[in-house]
């Protein structure tokens, strides 16, 4: 399997997979709640989550599970190696690390603004959004009890609790820019997927996830899923990708 595949790319599957078996056998899952990206107002952010959430993948036996990191790291093994070549290894970094800047920065200004709703409501409602924020740190050890006059109070509390305890994490906001970016250099090759019975050509790619990814974002489902973050690498990666097409880089077809 790495025989033929690129050096970057390699290393960044590779690097995955080791922090993938140090999160779930280390620490006793801690490195999850160290590495993985959190709200960015909320008391359990830190600055290098916006990097190192790139490498963190849904826990063995929670969710989407393995599945998680290996439909990503497939996805980035047929994507990556021939971008790779045609950029270059550090154009390819920086395209592959933008992209996750971008599904990072795009993710936060949806969970801001639904946050900011959330606020706004509780506190319409006399709730204490402080003590909500305050309690939310995973590391606060008193009180848990939330004060709430109301069955609508106590949902809202809880759901703005709930968002300021979950981390988004994985490379998949990364592995969409790459993905976009292929879609732009490589618009008429011709991809085959095993849910799909016919080939299609690349440049169709980029708006099916577009356009897959708002539907689901704004409808709700799938809600675990950080859709807002796939459109934002996507938005990263076809703009480079742009960028680097104006800039005579040599293009396969």
Known sequence: MFRNITPVTKNIIILNVLVYLASNFLLNGKLYEILSAFYPFSPNFKSWQVITHMFMHAPMGEGVGLTHI??????????????????????????????????????????FYQINQLTTELSNLGVNV??????????????????????????????????????????????????????????????????IPFPIKAKYLLPIIILVSLYLGFSGQMGSVAHFAHIGGAIVGFLMALYYRKKHIRRWD
Request: no cysteine; glycine share 10%.
């Open 130 to 195: 402080a003590e909500i924020f305050r309690k939310s740190d995973l590391n606060y050890s008193g009180d848990m009890s939330i004060s709430a006059n109301s069955k609508q109070a106590m949902a809202l509390s809880q759901e703005l609790f709930g968002a300021l305890r979950s981390p988004m994490l994985g490379a998949s906001g990364a592995i969409f820019g790459v993905v976009a970016a292929f879609s732009t250099m490589f618009p008429d090759a011709k991809l085959m997927f095993l849910f």
């Open 70 to 111: 290996l439909f990503n790291m497939f996805t980035l093994w047929s994507f990556g190696p021939v971008l790779e070549q045609v950029l270059g290894g550090r154009k390819f970094i920086l395209l592959y690390f933008l992209s996750g800047l971008g599904a990072f920065i795009l993710f936060n200004v949806w969970n």
